[in-house]
């Protein structure tokens, strides 16, 4: 439905502007050709000749505008049905990261802006240049450099109330970790708009995890209504991720890490070691959590792990891969890391 509106929108905003029918041939410019290209014709006959060929003219130019209005909504719906697919994929990947940033306890690590800018940042990106195109009628590349001067053109031809949900999104963006309340004023507010209450009743469980629960919920779902508020703005709907999805989640990537790490032609102990942290984090029911394949990120990750014997192996591990230890000690570990994760990240006995 969404799709629709979106290509809709953009298809009527470029018919306006081409006019259509027989008022876009004018006659006079008719008899001044007819004259210019046959002067021995009497001019009452170029009279006759331009009322003949006047709805001829206007029905090839009707032809023609129609194919180009076609062609521009056409590849407009391909544009929006790339975004939108690219834009619902990265939410569940944003949601899923920021509740394991959470569940690892991580999220004030180097991992948080980590996060923005490998999963918002392109969708972000790809949502300012989709409304530039509906307001425009014309495509254009985004980029961190360019992202404000695009917003600043959108508000002046919209409005700034038009373009306050991308704005806002690429506020919290640009300030990430060292200035996450911003990003908690703006969501706040967006969703006091959408008349959203921000608490939901409780059951009977003690003060201390009750705000431990409010203090989680906060910090998850702050950056998440902000991307999702940008997205339904620009006519794209994200799923919400529920419990039933996570655990999904949790089967697929478990599924995935293990298919990579069974390959034999895989031989590098950094991409080993951060496969074998992903099933892990999996088995420890933390799904999504982004982190690069760096020592400094995998010694982080490591020293999250739930079961202190496989915290303590994982830290291990990294400590054996970064010191370059004994080729023969450090070839063992690496093998017996890899078996564990093939084994599906079964947790050692503390």
């Not at 509906?134 to 600043?152: H, I, K, P, W, Y």
Request: aromatic residues 4%.
């Amino acid at each position: 439905g969404g799709g629709g509106g979106g290509g809709g929108g953009g298809g009527g905003g470029g018919g306006g502007g081409w006019g259509g029918g027989a008022e876009a041939v004018d006659g006079q410019v008719v008899r001044e050709v007819l004259a210019e290209r046959f002067p021995e014709v009497p001019a009452e006959v170029h009279d006759e000749l331009c009322d003949l060929l006047q709805p001829l003219l206007a029905a090839q130019v009707a032809e023609a505008e129609s194919a180009l209005r076609s062609s521009l909504q056409s590849k407009h719906k391909v544009v929006f049905e790339q975004t939108e697919k690219f834009v619902q994929e990265r939410y569940e990947q944003l949601a899923l990261g920021l509740r394991a940033l959470e569940g690892t306890k991580l999220a004030d690590s180097p991992l948080y802006p980590y996060l923005m800018r490998e999963v918002v940042t392109e969708p972000l990106h790809r949502l300012i240049a989709l409304r530039w195109q509906e307001v425009n009628g014309a495509s254009t590349e985004v980029t961190a450099a360019t992202r404000r001067q695009c917003l600043d053109k959108l508000a002046a031809k919209q409005g700034a109330a038009q373009v306050e949900a991308l704005a806002k999104l690429a506020a919290a963006l640009a300030k990430g970790k060292d200035d996450k309340e911003s990003g908690k004023e703006a969501a706040k507010e967006t969703k006091d708009e959408k008349g959203k209450k921000g608490k939901k009743a409780k059951g009977k469980r003690g003060d201390d995890s009750d705000d431990e629960e409010a203090k989680e919920t906060t910090t998850t779902t702050d950056v998440v209504d902000l991307y999702h508020a940008a997205a339904s703005d620009c006519h794209i709907f994200c799923r919400k991720v529920d419990k039933k999805r996570e655990k999904a989640a949790i089967q697929e990537q478990r599924v995935v890490a293990r298919e990579k790490l069974k390959d034999e032609a895989l031989s590098d102990d950094l991409q080993i070691c951060q496969l074998g942290l992903r099933i892990a984090l999996l088995g420890d029911a933390v799904p999504g959590l982004a982190f690069p394949m760096e020592m400094w990120a995998l010694k982080l990750v490591a020293q999250s792990l739930g079961s202190e014997a496989l915290r303590d192996e994982a830290v291990a591990l990294c400590n054996s891969i970064e010191k370059g230890a004994d080729a023969v000690a450090l070839e063992a570990a690496v093998a017996a890391w890899r078996s564990r994760g093939l084994g599906g990240g079964e947790k050692p006995a503390d």
